[in-house]
């Protein structure tokens, strides 16, 4: 994404609130209960939320499955968030007449977790600091867009905005691979 694509979409001026025209679940799903109602950086508290909440998914993950279960625990979370928030998404644009606003975080929360599906849970139990590398890939791949994840915006409605996110965690995943095996030496 060049400078100007770059202007465009984040420096409209955003009105205050606006989640407000969709219903309350609506808005609770797709801000991820509330943190993409942060007035500065929305996507960035919404990918920080799941990295938080990511940490007792793979504590519970590694405690409860066997090592196959706690492997693709996030990948089976990404998935269910892509394919459940595509409606909500559709609704909340609808409900509030626009298109791929920073305050829908959900995007965001399937990004990091398709990041972490690359790094067993266990792993994330053991070396927690893992989900602050993988925030910041996946931030940089959200927020610059390389490699083609820009194209993927461009799918209609909430399906534009998932997608791209969802590539940019499987970017940032494939880079995740080397860290996890330079903490298996």
């Known amino acids: ?77 990404a998935l269910v968030v892509f394919f459940g928030a595509i409606p909500f998404v559709n609704k909340a644009m609808r409900d509030t007449g626009t298109e791929d606003p920073g305050w829908i975080v959900i995007d965001e929360v399937c990004g990091v977790f398709m990041a972490l599906a690359f790094v067993p849970a266990g792993t994330i139990v053991a070396h927690p600091w893992i989900l602050a590398i993988a925030f910041g890939l996946f931030r940089f791949f959200d927020i610059l867009k390389p490699l083609g994840i820009h194209r993927f915006e461009k799918f209609p409605g909430a399906w534009g905005v998932m997608a791209d996110d969802l590539l940019g965690g499987i970017y940032a995943g494939l880079l995740l691979i080397p860290v996890y095996y330079a903490t298996t030496l």
């Not at 984040?10 to 025209?21: A, D, M, S």
């Not at 007035?39 to 504590?59: E, Q």
């Open 1 to 77: 994404m060049n400078k100007e694509e770059l202007k465009e979409k984040y420096g409209k001026k955003r009105e205050p609130h606006e989640w407000r025209g969709t219903d309350r679940f609506t808005a609770l799903v797709t801000t991820f209960f509330g943190s993409g109602m942060s007035p500065k950086a929305p996507g960035t508290m919404g990918s920080l939320a799941a990295a938080v909440v990511a940490y007792p998914m793979a504590l519970a993950a590694s405690q409860s499955f066997g090592k196959i279960g706690a492997h693709i625990i996030f990948l089976v979370a």
